[in-house]
């Protein structure tokens, strides 16, 4: 079936400064990857998501491009605010192709001033 | 904005109680799924629901799990006799169709913890 590997965190940074925080998938054909991140006390939410192979997803600043050849859906943003401090899931259908996710482990982002 | 909203927020049980989680999704979704997370391991599948039926369910969904609709509006996940192991983040979500691209909106989650 799918899986996902993603970056472990703990993630600190100072304001502005760049962000990549890696995923990697194996995957039976080429299913949608999705990002969610969940903010202190919230639930989880659709950041980004890319339905084909080097499709670029961004939103809010951050980007991910669906990358077949290293099988990687990594995210990126180039300059980082205190309100980015979350939680960041990396996540793909289970096999199937029907909306039920595999998540990644998660990665805390702690963005200082 | 619409939002799946879930309640409680917290729930503190007796281990053998049961417990019922709640849940309001999204009004015109069909499709809707459980999911848990357990303190510092990854979110994983539970169970989906359409149609006034499960469509899949994962290994984790034993007898001990139930879902139900009981009306047009709520979306339950009940525990029948709770094991510490069973203390967890659940997500409820909710999406509009079953396709992979489609996006699954998410509730802010209920902690449940056993004792």
């Known amino acids: 079936g799918n899986s996902v590997t993603q970056m472990e965190g703990p993630v600190t940074l100072s304001e502005e400064a760049f962000l990549t925080i890696n995923c990697t998938y194996t995957?039976?054909?080429?299913?949608?990857l999705f990002w969610y991140v969940q903010y202190p006390g919230e639930g989880l939410q659709l950041l980004l998501k890319?339905?084909?192979?080097?499709d670029k997803g961004s939103n809010k600043g951050f980007e991910a491009t669906y990358r077949k050849e290293t099988t990687s859906f990594h995210l990126e943003k180039g300059s980082v605010q205190v309100s980015d401090s979350a939680v960041y899931f990396c996540?793909?259908?289970?096999?199937?192709?029907?909306?039920?996710?595999?998540f990644g482990a998660g990665t805390r982002l702690a963005v200082h001033p | 904005e619409p939002e799946v909203t879930q309640t409680p927020s917290h729930q503190v049980t007796q281990m053998g109680q049961e417990v019922i989680l709640r849940c309001v999704p999204i009004?015109?979704?069909?499709?809707f799924y459980w999911y848990r997370q357990i303190l510092g391991q990854k979110v994983e599948f539970l169970v989906s629901?359409?149609?006034?039926?499960?469509?899949?369910k994962s290994e984790i969904f034993d007898d001990q799990f139930s879902v139900e609709r009981p009306d047009g509006s709520n979306f339950t996940l009940k525990i029948r006799s709770t094991k510490l192991e069973d203390s967890a983040m659940y997500f409820c979500?909710?999406?509009?169709?079953?396709?992979?691209?489609?996006?699954?909106?998410f509730g802010q989650g209920t902690r449940l913890t056993v004792v």
């Open positions: 979500a909710s999406s509009s169709r079953r396709d992979a691209n489609t996006e699954a909106f």
């Open positions: 995957a039976t054909g080429y299913p949608s």
């Open positions: 890319a339905t084909k192979a080097d």
């Open positions: 996540a793909l259908p289970i096999s199937g192709g029907y909306n039920k996710l595999i």
């Open positions: 009004s015109n979704h069909l499709y």
């Open positions: 629901f359409y149609n006034n039926e499960i469509s899949e």
